[in-house]
């Protein structure tokens, strides 16, 4: 029996507890559950994280997030951003890697980094 993508809930308490920080089964197609991380990451946007964990939530399922499905969520993320100073601070954390340069562009925006 095949095993479902986990819930956006499940996502971030597996997150919390750090039995995976990175939700990168989620993420990576085929079987990815893209809008499920998306909305985990907002879902624990609203903790009270600690510099390590916005360090992980940035490094890992936001930055995947974006190099998978960037077209999809930059623009969302850039809402975000706008909305959430706290979010706009946890971009900080995201590196480039794979991402291509126009979604890198909006992160640097989003983040208050234009022309950077």
């Not at 994280?49 to 930055?63: C, K, T, V």
């Not at 640097?108 to 980094?113: I, N, S």
Request: without cysteine.
């Amino acid at each position: 029996m095949p095993m479902l993508p986990p819930t956006a809930d499940r996502l971030a308490s597996r997150f919390l507890s750090r039995e995976d920080i990175t939700m990168i089964d989620s993420v990576v197609p085929p079987d990815d559950d893209a809008e499920s991380v998306w909305s985990a990451i907002l879902h624990l946007m609203q903790h009270d994280l600690s510099n390590e964990q916005r360090s992980w939530l940035a490094a890992g399922p936001i930055e995947s997030l974006l190099a998978w499905h960037g077209e999809r969520f930059i623009g969302r993320v850039e809402a975000e951003a706008r909305r959430s100073p706290a979010f706009a601070s946890v971009l900080r954390g995201v590196w480039r890697h794979d991402m291509p340069q126009e979604i890198w562009r909006g992160v640097e925006a989003a983040r208050g980094e234009d022309g950077v």
